[in-house]
């Protein structure tokens, strides 16, 4: 298995476990806190994301492309050197953000809510956005460190730390909403302020398993020091000078999700007010990009693993000038997307009304359903966009992310009101959309001119991908309509759980028995599929 492959599945697994965990908690926690804390936890949640990647600079995965090139040209001092002066300024740039999160909560606030707000305060939204604020004080170091082991093409210390993180961060979270609110009989704000204080006690665990990996391979990596026949001595300007180029970019990636939803929170209240639809849209707004959104990063978490471990492997072969292996690390990323991605969304798609009953309750489940039946799709586009943008620092094209990303930011800045007056909610998840579909095509078409790639085999394999996965939603939904005529899913949530597990296996299965026999899967993965043999005979 290739090492793209390998950790693709390392990272995708571990990131696929640490989002399922994130929707899983979901569940008791909307019932615990209802809509109103739902939508202060988005308000904080939000502009802490942007500032995390800001806090970062974009260095962790700067730091892997850095770490990644000298390592290829044997220069293992470089790294090191670049890892250390990297982890002081992470320190640094974490407490500024941290002050300017903390300070800036009030006015963040005020942008956020419009006057029709009925479930958010100010001063509640500034609370929790404070709270929020004490984990940049710890994420940013940590992720260098995450950074470093990528470059190193050792996936293992970032999965593992994720999963870490995460289990860290939901047991604190409900169980200091539990005692805030059941205990001792706090308010909602209260406890939401403790749910997003979380992230830091999350960032201290995640920090402490970094430290125990650091320890163990340290032996390893020294070895590799005292091996070293020649090193390139770049000063500290030298070095950041070349990171920051790198880094830039990597900035903007990171907040690509975060800057869409951050139009959403200061235009999505007064949008919806105009349409005359205020009493729902903070109800809406948590619907969509909290509740909705953590389904739909299930598949989208796919995009981020392969970022991940395809940025070491297509820096090296670029700075070899290994063009073969280049485009076919290029062709097997874009076609993982497709082969997994696709029947992942148009499967949340057709089962949208049962997946949102079955994790957050069949009241309005008509409504709320719709909203994330549109949003599914979005999933494969964010995912192609990360896929794209580690493809595009992998062959040195990084500073077109900025073009790309404006361009989508440009169209969802001047869509998402429009569209929101004249189609309700619905209209920012297509406003979103449209931005991120021209965010993409600018990518695909930057990676083309950069180094001639052709996607005629990436568009080949697609089209018998979409014609499977039409196959399977066509099987699906005759499935669920079956079993809808005799339990109706929109009614009992007992139902929507059972059609949904019935309905996703079904489809899960067939689709992968359909990749199989067409040998789909071997094409795309390799040889080790042939495992499924004894699963799968052929006859």
Do not use: C
């Not at 509740?291 to 392969?306: F, N």
């Not at 485009?327 to 696709?342: D, E, F, K, R, T």
């Not at 800045?413 to 965010?439: E, Q």
Request: proline content about 3%.
């Amino acid at each position: 298995m290739s090492k793209i492959l390998k950790g693709t599945m390392i990272l995708t697994g571990a990131t696929f476990l640490s989002k399922f965990l994130g929707m899983i908690y979901t569940v008791p926690f909307e019932q615990m806190v209802g809509p109103e804390g739902m939508e202060l936890y988005f308000y904080a949640y939000t502009p802490y994301n942007i500032l995390l990647s800001l806090s970062t600079l974009g260095v962790p995965m700067a730091v892997s492309k850095f770490v990644s090139k000298y390592n290829s040209l044997e220069d293992y001092q470089t790294g090191r050197d670049m890892f250390k002066s990297g982890m002081q300024l992470m320190g640094i740039t974490g407490i500024i953000t941290f002050l300017i999160l903390f300070l800036s909560a009030e006015p963040i606030a005020q942008f956020s809510l419009s006057n029709e707000d009925t479930n958010a305060s100010v001063e509640d939204t500034a609370m929790v956005i404070r709270m929020v604020a004490f984990a940049l004080l710890i994420i940013p170091s940590m992720s260098i460190i995450r950074g470093f082991f990528q470059g190193n093409e050792s996936m293992a210390p970032t999965g593992i730390s994720q999963v870490i993180e995460q289990i860290v961060r939901i047991i604190f979270l409900l169980v200091s909403v539990y005692l805030v609110l059941y205990v001792f009989e706090g308010s909602i704000p209260t406890a939401i302020g403790y749910s997003t204080f979380a992230a830091f006690i999350g960032g201290i665990a995640s920090l402490l398993v970094l430290i125990v990996f650091w320890k163990k391979r340290k032996p390893y990596l020294d070895r590799q020091l005292e091996n070293q026949e020649y090193s390139y001595d770049l000063s500290k300007k030298s070095m950041f000078k070349e990171l920051i180029s790198y880094a830039g970019p990597f900035v903007l990636v990171g907040i690509a999700t975060p800057l869409y939803q951050l139009i959403d929170q200061f235009t999505f209240n007064k949008a919806m007010a105009t349409a005359g639809l205020g009493d729902i849209s903070g109800a809406s707004l948590s619907a969509i990009h909290v509740l909705s959104h953590k389904l739909v990063i299930i598949p989208v978490t796919l995009g981020i693993g392969l970022s991940l471990a395809l940025l070491p492997a297509i820096t090296k072969s670029f700075t070899k000038s290994n063009m073969n292996q280049l485009n076919h690390q290029i062709n097997q990323a874009l076609q993982i997307v497709a082969l997994l991605i696709i029947p992942a969304v148009v499967g949340l798609a057709v089962l949208a009304y049962e997946a949102y009953g079955s994790f957050y309750g069949v009241e309005n489940v008509d409504y709320y359903g719709s909203l994330l039946r549109w949003y599914a799709p979005v999933g494969l586009l964010f995912a192609s966009y990360t896929v794209s943008a580690a493809i595009l620092q992998g062959i040195n094209r990084q500073n077109f992310a900025l073009v790309s990303l404006g361009a989508g930011l440009f169209i969802k800045l001047a869509t998402n009101s429009l569209f929101i007056i004249s189609l309700g909610a619905k209209g920012s998840i297509i406003s979103t959309g449209l931005a991120v579909l021209v965010a993409l095509s600018l990518n695909l078409w930057r990676i083309n001119r950069g180094i001639q790639f052709s996607y005629k085999p990436v568009f080949k394999r697609t089209l018998l991908i979409l014609i499977l996965t039409t196959i399977m939603a066509f099987i699906v939904w005759i499935v669920k309509f079956g079993f809808g005529l005799v339990w109706n899913p929109l009614d009992d949530r007992l139902a929507a759980l059972f059609i949904l597990m019935i309905s996703a296996g079904l489809g899960g299965l067939l689709y992968l028995w359909m990749a199989y026999q067409t040998t789909l899967l071997e094409r795309i993965l390799g040889g080790r599929v042939r495992v499924l043999d004894k699963f799968l005979k052929r006859r």
